[in-house]
């Protein structure tokens, strides 16, 4: 069976979760590709790709439905991923019977827009409510958990800092090595704003973020993968930092999971910054993880997994 699939004929071809579209060949092409098929306890999860509109944006969202799940695990994922990345992630949640749904960010993965662009931190919110009414639509099983990765986990903090109190999520907040500032900030913002004026954007660079040795080859190969950092996503980050470090606090405590190896986001002032935000966060610090922490080696993330498990299995009981 061919493991090709062409990103803007699958999206074209979807329909609402909703709709429980049967998964077609060049579905189930993309699913093996990024092993997300079979994923469960004795494979008996369902799972299925959609599509829905938002903010001139085709987004396409996937579903993993176990049986009788108690719980739902909204994951996002971070700047240049994809849901392709997030197995590990997923396996996880699937274990504890939630349910898991998520979507490819806007300019990212499957979803449409310029690759890995934006013009407002505000668009991924856009996205992340819309998201909330795909959960409703298909009534999935309250509490709903938020889970983001990086850029993702900027999304979640952006969230609750605004609307904590009213969130449809109620469920925990985890921030898997999170993003205030990356590193280098200083620098970053003085280049952008004497270069963007005549630079678009600039090539990627591809960074040893993970210590699974596969990881970084498997990156470079992913069809996925935006090439280029556009000049568009810096500027909007910066406006972001700024309106997100004069915040005011929120009564909720998420969970944060951070790699001291973290060579991507500035994490010690991020950490000073979330401290500030949030009620009592509670912190578990990996010494040797680096940034891509839903990729990681098995045994670090079995580590945080198993943190994370004890913190969501108290809040079910309670």
Known sequence: MSNTFDPDHLRASLQPLS????MSDEG???QRFYTLAGLGRDGLVNSRLGRF???G???VTQLWMPENPVATLVLVHGFYDHMGLYRHVIEWALELGFAVVSCDLPGHGLSSGSRASIIDFAEYQLVLDRLFVEAETLQLPKPWHLCGQSTGGAIVIDHLLNHGDESPAQGQSILL???????GWTWSKVSYYLLRAFVKGIDRRFSENSNAPAFLPFLMADPLQPRRLPTAWVGALAKWIERIEHAPR????PLIVQGESDMTVDWSHNLAVLNDKFDHPQIFMLH???HHLANELPEIRERFFEFLTRRMVQTQIS
């Open 19 to 22: 709709a429980r579209q049967p």
């Open 28 to 30: 189930l092409a993309y």
């Open 53 to 55: 509109e938002v903010g």
């Open 57 to 59: 944006y085709e987004i």
């Open 177 to 183: 090595a999170p993003l205030v500032r990356p590193r």
């Open 250 to 253: 929120s009564r909720r405590s």
């Open 288 to 290: 040797e993880a680096r």
